[in-house]
């Protein structure tokens, strides 16, 4: 024989071993596999209609049974994904025998009890999606430190589950979507979740977190979401989060946040959505803002907001929403104002607005609300408003208005409601003059 003969005859028998190798502990874990499922199967308590008994039989291939997916070559479970099926059960710590696994989706179920401490360790496990259902446990500390490093999407919103966020989420690196939404979970928010430098959305809203918001979350640079908003969230808001270029939606309402907003928020020119609302942020609107020129929402209601308006809003021009009311802004509504052509929603009461009404704000026929009440806006209203056929609610109520209404308003055919008492206005057109507060 020569050289090449005997490579290949080595080739042939070393594929040959390796086959018989696969193929015994194939057969070995696809077993194991079965009684995986068996056990899970066994697990359920409703089964409202009735899809595992039809499907899940013993004696058939349990790459058939609804909901699982095996692969081509060892016909091992890789997905597991029974999601909306109304099952009611727990999940049996036997779950992370399915040592395939790559995706597991139980979402949209009543799965109650505790998640078993064994789905954390799937070696292979890139999608775990266990939303809305009833689980309450806490998540082990150490649940990114042995396996799950392949894990890449995490959503446990919509359950019970409580205690911290484990600092060892650090190392599942590879995660780029988190969503802890609508639990209990409560204690500080690591440090080390600045690790996961590929997460794109992250979602802790509605829990009970507290404690200032980490700075190292100015490391996340891919984010494009961040939802930190109804939780107990407290001290400043980290400059650090001017480096988060690719941001989206920012949502940090309903917290204990105090102190300015900072001037680095500027930099977050892809931002589309920002929330602050019902926090205890004091200072100016920084005059950065209006680099934001994707904003579309701007909520910041319900703080303790000082300073005027900056003049430079004008160059927001994607804005839809300004929400401001409950603050303390003073000065004039700057005329820039009428450049905002998308402008819906223009939500300012309740702060010290001085001045009279620009004429611009008659450019702004994109309008259907203005809540303007509890200022202490002076003169007329600009006959221009009548411009605004889309206009629903236009309230004005305690200010100090004075004159006639211009009589373009007979035909704003869309004023739903119109509130004016409270100021030192004349000639209310007759049409109005039973639904006029
Ligand atoms: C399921 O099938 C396996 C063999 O395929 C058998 O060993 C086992 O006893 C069966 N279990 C039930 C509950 O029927
Ligand atoms: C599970 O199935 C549902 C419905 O078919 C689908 O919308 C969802 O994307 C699937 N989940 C995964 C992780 O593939
Ligand atoms: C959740 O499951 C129910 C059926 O149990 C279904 O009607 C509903 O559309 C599902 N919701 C989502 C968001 O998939
Ligand atoms: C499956 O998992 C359970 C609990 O995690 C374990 O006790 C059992 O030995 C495993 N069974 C098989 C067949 O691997
Ligand atoms: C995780 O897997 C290792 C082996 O890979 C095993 O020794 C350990 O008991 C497992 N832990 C859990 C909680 O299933
Ligand atoms: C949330 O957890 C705290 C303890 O951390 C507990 O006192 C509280 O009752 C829980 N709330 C809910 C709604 O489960
Ligand atoms: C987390 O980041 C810190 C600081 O960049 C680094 O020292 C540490 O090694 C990282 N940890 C992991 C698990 O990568
Ligand atoms: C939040 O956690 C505190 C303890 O840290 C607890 O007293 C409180 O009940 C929790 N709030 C909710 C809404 O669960
Ligand atoms: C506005 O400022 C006044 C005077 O400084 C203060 O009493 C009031 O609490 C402030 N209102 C808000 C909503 O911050
Ligand atoms: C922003 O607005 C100011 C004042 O209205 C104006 O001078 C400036 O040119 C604008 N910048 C851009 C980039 O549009
Ligand atoms: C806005 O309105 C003013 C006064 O009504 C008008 O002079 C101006 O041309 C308008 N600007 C734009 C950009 O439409
Ligand atoms: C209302 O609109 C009609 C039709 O466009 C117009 O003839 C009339 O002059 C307008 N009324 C006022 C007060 O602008």
Redesign the pocket.
Known sequence: MDRSAQLYLLITSLLLLQWLIDYSSANSDINADRSSLLAFKSRISLDPHNILPQSWRNESNICSWMGVTCDSRYHRVTQLNISSMGLVGTIPPEIGNLSFLVSLDLSNNSFHGPIPASIFNMSFLEVLNLRKNSLSSSLPFDMCKHNLHKLKRLRFSYNNLFGEIPSSLEHCSLLDYVSLINNNFSGQVPTQIGNLTLLQELYLGANNFSGNIPKEIGALTNLQTLDMSVNNFSGYVPREIGNLKMLQLLDLHNNELCGNIPKEIGYLTNLVSLGMSTNNLSGPLPATMSDMTSLEFLGVAVNHLSGSLPRNIGNMTSLWTISLAYNNITGEIP?EI??L?NLEILSIPINGISGSL??????LTSLVDIYMDYNALSGHI?I?MG?LVNLEYLELEHNNLIGALPKKIVNMTSLISLFLKYNSLSGMPFFLSCTIN
């Open positions: 005329k009428g450049s052509t620009p004429r611009e704000i008659g450019n600009p221009e411009h």
